[in-house]
């Protein structure tokens, strides 16, 4: 599965290696970035691309920021530094990451979360990674990992993201996460309570590909938006879903690719499988602006 970026070419340096001097007058800029995972070689070629300034500017980073790729430890220590510029949702590499630190699941065999679990900061990265949260609204943009549920609107998914965060930051954290792993409930129920109540929200927010009309969730599916599995669609085509209106930027899937809608934004492009590490710079009222860097494959895709 060979990836290449798939956006408009980039009009700032990137795939064409010229990078022309930024302004120092440029006015403030707000970036949404794709999956890093552990890319961050990549992570740090692209702030040099789009010419990013930590004084100046704000990066919004949709979550996958750990593993698969080589240095899981750098991009949090980067993105640690860039405290009060760079916001972070938390995807489910992220989850899994805590969970296999805390010693309640075992690694995968394509994980490479090693160098993070024995670095010699390991509970500040991994402290730093459990306090982020699952859904942010800023700039008019509704930011998850993965998706939202059709019966969710912004104000909901915003709500159910603060209930699972509690508890990822609460005595419960560590219990959760190891009851975490499952695929049912599949449909979210505003009555659900309990462990049944967070599966559903963990799974929509940093799961969440393909869904029925009624929201019934599949997860067996990785193709793009076109393998849906008969009776299913991606989240975003769901008629009447409640966040219609609104903007939802996420990332998660590589095989869909970048999308800019005006209702989704799609920025997961593979960096990690040899495709690109993609930043969207948004233009209020403008068409937005993909800037992207290719990366080297950390990982081959498993059979
Ligand atoms: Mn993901």
Same mark, same amino acid.
């Given at each position: 599965m060979?990836?290449?970026?798939l956006g408009r070419p980039p009009r700032i340096g990137g795939l064409h290696g010229r990078t022309?001097?930024?302004p120092d007058n440029?006015? /403030?800029a707000v970036y949404l970035i794709g999956d890093v995972q552990g890319c961050d070689e990549a992570l740090e070629r692209l702030l040099q691309t789009i010419g990013f300034s930590a004084s100046r500017d704000t990066l919004y980073v949709l979550g996958d920021l750990v593993n698969r790729g080589? @240095?899981?430890?750098?991009? !949090?220590?980067? !993105? /640690?530094a860039l405290d009060g510029t760079a916001y972070c949702v938390? =995807?489910?590499? @992220?989850?899994?990451? !805590?969970?296999?630190a805390a010693g309640v699941r075992q690694p995968s065999r394509m994980d490479t979360l090693q160098s993070l679990l024995e670095a010699r900061d390991r509970e500040t990265l991994l402290g730093w990674l459990r306090q982020q949260p699952l859904a942010l609204q800023a700039h008019g943009v509704l930011m998850v990992h993965a998706g939202v549920l059709p019966q969710w609107s912004a104000q909901d998914t915003l709500g159910h993201a603060a209930e699972l965060q509690d508890v990822l930051r609460g005595p419960e954290g560590v219990a959760f996460l190891q009851q975490m792993y499952g695929n049912e409930p599949a449909r979210w129920d505003d009555a659900l309570t309990g462990l049944p109540r967070l599966r559903v929200i963990v799974n929509a927010l940093t799961r969440l590909r393909f869904c029925s009309a009624d929201g019934t969730?599949?997860?067996q599916t990785k193709e793009g938006?076109?393998?849906?599995?008969? =009776?299913?669609m991606p989240w975003f085509d769901v008629p009447a879903r409640r966040t219609a209106g609104d903007v939802v930027a996420f990332g998660h899937w590589s095989t869909l690719g970048w999308l800019d809608r005006t209702d989704v934004i799609a920025l997961d492009s593979g960096c990690v499988w040899g495709g690109c590490l993609s930043a969207l710079r !948004?233009?209020?009222?403008?068409?937005?602006e993909l800037l992207q860097v290719p990366c080297p494959p950390a990982q081959k895709p498993g059979p």
């Open positions: 060979a990836h290449t970026c022309p001097p930024i440029r006015l /403030m080589p @240095d899981s430890v750098g991009v !949090l220590r980067r !993105l /640690m938390m =995807g489910n590499h @992220d989850l899994h990451a !805590l969970a296999v969730m599949e997860f938006a076109d393998g849906a599995p008969a =009776g299913y !948004l233009q209020p009222g403008g068409q937005h």
